[in-house]
């Protein structure tokens, strides 16, 4: 075994950077006992890989699975009710097309009934006197897009009941994950058009955890970029539970855990090109300073900071090299915000 792969083995086992449940959570993982270990944050932690790297899919695993993000075309002209009607009986058996499909229609009228609800009252902000001219300007290419894509969806969406497309959208955006749909796996983590987690009852909190837990180290097995700065910030300590996501709820945090996953998210900028001292999307505004930040501000010991870049490394050679770094990190397909 390579020295790096040594390193990373050890790291996976020690620190435990794969995700977690935190202690109150009901649900347990599978992991053999040697894979619990005390962090050097004096916090204990499970792999729920034990000392293993999920193995890089082939090509017929990928397609099989669908690791992709999904370019769908809905049916035209056809009201979502129909489209559920025909294809969510086929999607929960597991269909892909169906499940896409579904998938695609149901958050683009999610879409439609949040633009339909915000675009008047946009409007109306944008008609002061006072209004800068760069404000009008930039507002004026979002209310360009989202009046596209109400446009768009109006046949599918306007005459169906909004509630029915909410109560559908967790489920369609799970199907998704579950299938490998990389949008869908960065939507389900961040959890942001489930409404407000507090809220939730608390069966509903338990299968999430559950469920995300898989989808993460699923994604993670498959080289799904979209889903490394919703963990990094999952991890993120000190942050406040409502600007973690969903998934922040059910993983404990950790700054070498964060550490490693922007440290991926680094490999991944440098085989493109990009400068990891400009901006990133999302909290990153600079990778290299917010790097240096987490060892100083958390004082990390040497030795786990090493472990952790040599994990980053070796994820980053077996499921991560072979797709290429996103220009755009966005979760959530078909949502136009304003």
Not at 244 to 271: D, V
Request: aromatic share 8%.
């Amino acid at each position: 075994m390579s020295k790096i792969a040594a390193g990373a083995v050890a790291f996976l086992i020690i620190v435990g950077i794969y995700l977690t449940f935190k202690s109150d959570t009901t649900e347990t993982l599978s992991t053999p006992a040697s894979a619990k270990r005390s962090t050097s944050n004096s916090v204990e932690t499970v792999s729920p890989l034990g000392d293993k790297f999920g193995l890089k899919p082939s090509s017929e695993e990928r397609v099989k699975k669908g690791y992709f993000k999904s370019d769908v075309q809905t049916p035209q002209n056809t009201s979502w009710t129909e489209i559920k009607n025909k294809f969510l009986p086929s999607a929960e058996k597991g269909d892909a097309e169906a499940i896409e499909i579904l998938y695609a229609s149901t958050l683009q009228c999610h879409n439609f009934f949040y633009l339909r609800g915000n675009i008047d009252g946009i409007l109306n902000q944008l008609k002061g006197d006072d209004v800068h001219s760069s404000i009008l300007e930039a507002y004026g290419r979002k209310l360009a897009e989202a009046q596209k894509a109400l446009a768009e969806s109006k046949a599918m969406c306007e005459d169906v009941p909004e509630k029915d497309v909410d109560d559908l959208v967790m489920t369609t955006v799970r199907l998704a994950a579950e299938q490998g749909d990389g949008s869908g796996q960065a939507c389900y983590l961040a959890g942001a058009l489930f409404g407000r987690y507090d809220s939730q009852p608390e069966d509903v909190k338990r299968a999430y955890g559950t469920e995300a837990i898989k989808i993460a180290n699923q994604g993670l097995r498959a080289g799904n970029w979209e889903i490394l700065p919703i963990l990094a910030n999952a991890f993120s300590v000190g942050q406040d539970d409502d600007a973690k996501g969903w998934i922040g709820r059910h993983i404990r945090p950790s700054a070498i855990a964060e550490y490693s996953i922007l440290f991926l998210i680094k490999r991944g900028m440098n085989s493109t090109g990009m400068s990891t001292g400009a901006a990133l999307q999302g909290p990153f505004v600079n990778l290299d300073g917010a790097l240096e930040a987490l060892k100083e501000n958390n004082r990390l010991p040497s030795d786990d900071v090493r472990n952790a870049e040599s994990w980053a490394n070796e994820m980053y050679l077996r499921n991560f090299s072979q797709y290429p770094f996103p220009t755009e990190l966005s979760p959530c397909p078909w949502q136009t915000r304003l």
